[in-house]
């Protein structure tokens, strides 16, 4: 069965700093990976995805992820932070028969 | 803002109530989702329709029961819940139960006295 980690509860940067919030993976045969966000009581809001092709994938808000396949990660990047990026991010991976599970969240807190 | 509603927003019921939270999509999805988000613990899949026929059921009890009348409502029945039900309950959609990014509803936060 697939899983997903993400090693870090929290992470705190400085606004303008680069940031990065981990994700590790395990699941049989080719990984479909995505990353959501959540601000306080809204709901997840998808930021982006990988299916299949460039490794460097772009999304939302300016946030990025590289799909590391000998490593099994999917980092979540941004090269600025913003305070408005603080939320709840979530990590997720489906198999190929279409389970999808999801990481238990790390807080970001940017700090002006 | 994503297309997925929700309600009620918040619930509060005792053990020995029946209440049902809805969820709609005006997005034309064939798929919809129910999850339950518990602080600090991965999202839990409970549920999950395609073209109005439930094709998972992850272990979820019986207190739990959902209703997919149509693609676009999605209900989740509650009846003799525990405390350790209260949680935040998220409904989800996508075009189809695949590759398919989900968009989410804003939740129901249910608290169980």
């Known amino acids: 069965a697939q899983s997903v980690a993400q090693p870090e509860d929290q992470v705190n940067v400085a606004e303008g700093n680069p940031l990065t919030v981990k994700c590790t993976y395990s699941?049989?045969?080719?990984?479909?990976l995505f990353w959501y966000v959540q601000y306080p009581n809204r709901g997840l809001q998808f930021l982006l995805k990988?299916?299949?092709?460039?490794?460097l994938v772009k999304g939302s808000y300016g946030f990025e992820a590289e799909f590391n396949k000998s490593q099994t990660s999917f980092h979540l990047k941004k090269p600025s932070a913003l305070v408005s990026d603080s939320a709840l991010y979530f990590c997720?991976?489906?198999?190929?028969?279409?389970?999808?599970?999801f990481g238990a969240g790390t807080r970001l807190t940017v700090k002006p | 803002e994503t297309g997925v509603t929700q309600t009620p927003r918040h619930l509060v019921m005792g053990m020995t109530n029946k209440k049902s939270l809805k969820c709609e999509q005006h997005?034309?999805?064939?798929?919809m989702y129910w999850y339950k988000q518990s602080a600090k613990k991965p999202l839990e899949l409970m549920f999950v329709?395609?073209?109005?026929?439930?094709?998972e059921n992850n272990s979820v009890p019986s207190r739990f029961s959902p209703e997919c009348p149509n693609s676009s409502h999605l209900f989740l029945h509650l009846h003799t819940l525990q405390p350790e039900d209260s949680a935040l309950y998220l409904c989800?959609?996508?075009?189809?139960?695949?590759?398919?990014?989900?968009?989410f509803g804003p939740g129901t936060r249910l608290t169980v006295l």
């Open positions: 990988y299916i299949t092709g460039d490794n």
């Open positions: 329709y395609s073209l109005e026929e439930r094709v």
């Open positions: 997005l034309g999805h064939n798929a």
């Open positions: 699941v049989s045969g080719n990984p479909y």
């Open positions: 997720a991976v489906r198999d190929g028969n279409n389970d999808m599970r």
């Open positions: 989800a959609s996508s075009q189809d139960v695949g590759t398919n990014t989900q968009y």
